[in-house]
């Protein structure tokens, strides 16, 4: 049955349909037995549920970090791949999937920001509501003092002075008129009195420090790993476009710690929206078995329903104008003894009769402030705020995050899964070195000029001549050996071959294919 609640201008609480949806998962305890969906903090088994809902996200990031150890092992050892250009669609995925993934976790500090409005909006009117308990305890305590003081003290200085200044005849109606104020006053007394003991001296500063030091810890946490998440995303994003092997490495393991923060969120916030919504589910029976101890269930359920045209409960409606009336009734007693003594001209009279006069006046002003304290519709009101604060906002705030941490979570898994691959595919980038273009040990393209030709001693030993006589001057046998400090040098490492060699060893217009001896 939904949980609606009314007040006099026509708010509502109405469960969303995610609350619904939240309440029907199913609650499992460690020993992997149903437990009741009931939000009850207080049951081992109700928190073992949360707990294992908590868990579920962190035993899939564990599965998945393993294999993907096992995956990166295997990359490690196989062969280097031949060629290295085969990289550009895989990282053209990876751009698609990083940017995908940074988009993915806009909603996620949205839904961090509307968590923190709606806990906002709970604290504030929890203030409220403590701020209007204690303002009702204050006046019940001034009530009572005021009483207290006029049936004590300011009646019976009054009552000294006519017995002083009056005689007999005057004085016996006096003493009567007297004492119906002292009875009034009491009544009063009586009555407040009556409404202190329901309602005992409650306070909410403890739910509210213990909410803001939570949602603190909360909120700067969830930016935290968000931000952590992002900027692990832009690392990962200038390695693919550097192709730079190191930094894909350690992007590769700075990720594996990343998924651990993303799924353990996701699994904190998974509890968190499914205790949330066991909560929302019927916030007044929560409520009812919290306070239940310290206040009266009647007077609880009376300002968590409050019906439409309702001003205070009942039981306290009866004691305020129980209240109202003594302290009327004591006025008229008072005007009654002044027009009685009016006559006789006792200015004596006339400062206790004031003084009596201005307490009843606190009286009667207190009486009207406790009314305003003490009507349901300022409480509920303040009561339907907090929950649509935690229920509707924060909820809504709570579904932003469960679904951005899960779907980012698997995205960076197929990042994960891509990486290793890809730094595989990559390899160094070889650029041209310099060459000393005189080193005879180097190739050269034709035409060689003479390059890697030995001929003999002409004008000096060290001289080696432009022209190619020499290889006309007899057959190949006839080549002359290198003489002279070239002689212990090695042969080149490079040999070419074509038509400088043709030329070389059998001469002009010989061929070494040729039957010519």
């Not at 006053?185 to 409404?195: H, L, Q, S």
């Not at 309602?199 to 952590?228: H, K, M």
Request: proline letters at 6%.
């Amino acid at each position: 049955m939904m949980s609606e609640l009314e007040v006099t201008d026509s708010e509502t609480y109405i469960r969303e349909w995610f609350v619904d949806i939240l309440h029907q998962f199913p609650h499992v305890n460690f020993s992997f037995k149903t437990t009741n969906s009931t939000f009850n903090p207080d049951s081992i088994s109700y928190r073992e549920a949360i707990f294992f809902l908590c868990s579920l996200p962190v035993i899939w990031c564990v599965i998945f970090l393993l294999l993907t150890s096992c995956c990166l092992c295997l990359q490690c050892i196989r062969k280097p791949p031949q060629k290295t250009d085969k990289s550009t669609c895989l990282r053209v995925s990876l751009f698609i999937i990083i940017f995908l993934s940074i988009g993915i976790l806009t909603p996620g500090f949205y839904g961090n920001e509307q968590t923190s409005k709606g806990v906002g909006r709970f604290v504030e009117s929890v203030q409220d509501t403590n701020q209007t308990i204690t303002e009702a305890v204050n006046t019940l305590s001034s009530l009572r003092d005021l009483a207290n003081s006029i049936s004590e003290r300011s009646v019976l200085a009054l009552e000294n002075v006519i017995r002083r200044y009056t005689n007999e005849s005057v004085r016996t109606p006096l003493d009567a008129l007297t004492n119906d104020i002292i009875e009034a006053a009491r009544k009063a007394r009586a009555d407040v009195t009556a409404i202190r003991q329901a309602t005992p001296n409650i306070t909410l500063d403890y739910i509210v420090q213990d909410t803001t030091s939570y949602e603190f810890y909360r909120w700067i946490g969830t930016v935290i790993a968000l931000c952590f998440t992002l900027g692990v995303l832009l690392l990962i994003l200038i390695a693919t476009w550097q192709k730079s092997k190191c930094i894909v490495m350690f992007s590769i393991f700075i990720g594996f710690l990343t998924l651990l923060v993303i799924w353990g969120s996701a699994g904190f916030y998974l509890g968190g929206a499914v205790a949330g919504a066991d909560l929302c589910y019927n916030p007044d029976l929560f409520v009812e078995n919290v306070t239940s101890q310290k206040v009266d269930r009647a007077i609880l359920k009376a300002y968590i329903d409050c019906p439409l045209g309702s001003t205070e409960p009942n039981m306290f409606s009866d004691n305020i104008k129980m209240a109202r009336d003594a302290v009327t009734h004591a006025n008229d007693t008072l005007y009654k003894i002044q027009s009685i003594v009016k006559p006789f001209n006792i200015p004596q009279l006339m400062e206790p009769m004031r003084r009596v006069a201005e307490e009843l006046e606190y009286c009667s002003g207190n009486i009207t402030v406790l009314a305003e304290d003490l009507d349901c519709r300022e409480i509920h009101k303040d009561y339907v705020k907090a929950v649509q604060g935690i229920c509707n906002t924060s909820m809504l705030g709570i579904i932003f995050i469960l679904l951005c941490l899960p779907v980012s979570g698997l995205m960076f898994i197929l990042t994960m899964c891509l990486l290793p691959r890809f730094w595989r595919l990559i390899g160094k980038k070889r650029g041209y070195r310099p060459v000393d273009d005189a080193d005879p040990f180097c190739p050269r393209p034709p035409p060689y000029n003479g390059y890697g030709s030995i001929h003999p001693d002409i004008g000096s030993s060290n001289s080696f001549p432009n022209d190619r006589s020499y290889l006309n001057q007899g057959p190949e046998s006839e080549v002359l050996p290198m003489h002279g400090p070239l002689a212990e040098t090695p042969p080149p490492a490079y040999r070419p071959t074509g038509t400088f060699v043709e030329n070389y060893n059998f001469g002009p217009g010989r061929s070494r294919y040729s039957s010519d001896t």
